[in-house]
């Protein structure tokens, strides 16, 4: 049995994640030796797709690059198990301090491939206020 399916089994985030797609009403498949739930009509989270241990619960079918994102997310729930899900909240606090988004500067979504989740990679924000005398080329972004 795959490590990563195991790992995740023990640190119950595949339990969480199949109790979620249940409550959530969508369909469970096998797909790559790991589970797909499509159909998922909540507000929350905000996402296309979206990994809970080895389940990947989306609003519509994936494709294989999507699919391969997700199962990066499934090696990142193996090393942190539960602590997956504040370090998580705190790398995308981060992107969007820097960037305005949560995904540019996240390292977990980095790390999965920002383009293969389908984001568009931001720039950093500009830090700091225009210099004193400055020509406004340094200008804050709001
Ligand atoms: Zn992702």
Partial sequence: MDPVAVVN?????????LLWA???????RS?????????????FPVAGAFTIG?????????TDVV??????HMRQYAVLGPLFWPAYGVAAA?????TGDWWSRNVFERRAGLRAGGYVERPLRRSGRPRRGGTGAGAAVA
């Avoid at 699919?67 to 990066?72: G, R, T």
């Avoid at 981060?94 to 820097?98: D, G, K, M, N």
């Fill in 9 to 17: 089994a023990l640190n119950l985030t595949t339990p969480t994640g």
């Fill in 22 to 28: 249940r409550l959530a009403g969508c369909p469970v």
């Fill in 31 to 43: 797909r790559g030796g790991y589970l797909e739930a499509s159909g998922y009509r909540w507000r």
């Fill in 54 to 62: 080895c389940v990947v619960i989306s609003r519509s079918p994936l």
């Fill in 67 to 72: 699919w391969e994102h997700e199962v990066s």
């Fill in 94 to 98: 981060w992107s969007w301090v820097r």
